[in-house]
């Protein structure tokens, strides 16, 4: 059985460790749903979003995104484009291979 874990309910001490940002925002209204170290999501285009983190991150440090469009093509893909200490650009695309704008991003920094 699969134990999950509300990562709101942790301190952000905890959540300090845990992950040097984090994220979960809709691509389509372009908000944050929730979020660590995000003080802010632009829209660049369709499927080309920026993120700029609260605090600066280590520009090596491992990064996972991924995404999904209620009711759109199946085997969506999250590009991580550009990373520096201070953003992170995010590309999404779908199966044919054209940009998209997703109802859910995710991104975790660590």
Known sequence: MA???NLNSFSESIQDRL??????FDGVSVSLV???NISSIV?????????????PVDANSSIV???ARVGGLADS??????????????ICSNANGGLEDFDRIHLQVV
């Open 34 to 36: 929730r979020g660590y």
């Open 43 to 55: 829209k660049n285009s369709t499927g080309n979003y920026t993120i700029t983190f609260t605090n």
């Open 3 to 5: 134990t999950g874990y």
């Open 65 to 67: 995104a991924s995404g």
């Open 19 to 24: 992950f040097t940002a984090y994220g979960l």
């Open 77 to 90: 893909v999250v590009s991580i484009f550009a990373v520096t200490a201070s953003t992170v650009q995010l």
